[in-house]
């Protein structure tokens, strides 16, 4: 007989209530959102206020909150958030001595309760925590992504789309590398409905743009005091949605690479399909040789916090 899905949330701080929301909304299995025990109440507190949401507006999803990992065993998704969001003036990088023992504990936990399950991992600094994750959990490739691309691309696509006085429906973006400063926005594969980008923006304000989208999540915290959480979790939705629905969407993700673009044991963001498999396939797009460079230059910056992982795993 057919089971329903079981999402793993873990976390129940801000992405991972709108997350749940979002999973209840699209009605994609039943959500089990996790927390430390010390934040457990809020767990419960915010599954059972989904659940009311959910008699209201005439969802039939199950939502449970709770500290315990015996609750996610056999989840066929999880989505990870479990960490310290950034503050005003700090970089990710900063974020590594914190949240690594964190991930590592998440990791080490799924690995007993969920071993099956599709990781997506949200905690920054993205790059590092996903390349912990996948270490300690022991997942296969396929198994195992950061959400970053899809993010990074939407925002990409919405400056453009201000700039352009086009439907932001009709701007195709990618940006690939590290989440972070050094993140690689692609403008030979961005078009507006198949036209170049470069022929609706002038170049001056086409670099606007990118700087903008680079400072993307450093502008955010500037403004509320602390991280972005709805397009990140609509972001990691999309992906979710992919993985459950094996829908065969290409995005943008932060994929294990094992020789792709030319790098190995290095998890960056690069055009992947997602399907009932998981990352079904890592896309290699032509580059221009700025975009190459560009790329070298994140995955520097990419190997330099990971770096940082491996020394204190030793």
Sequence with gaps: MPVR??????????IGGELARLCAESELGDVVLFDVP????????????????CAVR???VTVTGTSRWADLE???VIVVTAGVPRKPGQSRDDLVATNLPIIRDVASNAK??????????????LDAMVYEFKRVAGSSRNLVAGMAGVLDASRLALFIAREAGVSVKDVRAMVLGGH???????????????????????????????????????????????????????????????????EKRLLACAAYLDGEYGYRDLFMGV?????????????????????????????ESVKSIVEVCRRASR
């Excluded at 899905?5 to 801000?14: S, T, V």
């Excluded at 010390?38 to 949401?53: F, I, P, T, V």
């Excluded at 198949?194 to 403004?223: F, H, N, Q």
């Design 5 to 14: 899905k079981k999402i793993g949330l873990i976390g129940a701080g801000n």
């Design 38 to 53: 010390s934040r457990e109440n809020l767990a419960k507190g915010k599954a059972l206020d989904l659940e009311q949401d």
């Design 58 to 60: 005439g969802y039939d």
């Design 74 to 76: 056999g989840a066929d």
């Design 112 to 125: 007993s309760a969920c071993p099956g399950a599709f990781a997506v991992v949200i905690s920054n600094p």
């Design 180 to 246: 972070g400063d050094d993140m690689v926005p692609v403008l030979s594969m961005t078009t507006v409905h198949g036209i170049p980008v470069a022929s609706l923006i002038s170049p001056d304000k086409l670099e606007a743009i990118l700087a903008r989208t680079r400072k993307g999540g450093g502008e955010i915290v500037g403004l509320m005091g602390t991280s972005a959480y709805f397009a990140p979790a609509s972001s990691a939705m999309a992906m979710v949605k992919s993985y459950l629905r094996d």
């Design 271 to 299: 055009p992947v399909v997602i399907g009932g498999a998981g990352i079904e396939r890592v896309i290699e797009i032509p580059l221009t040789g700025d975009e190459k460079s560009m790329l070298q230059r994140s995955a």
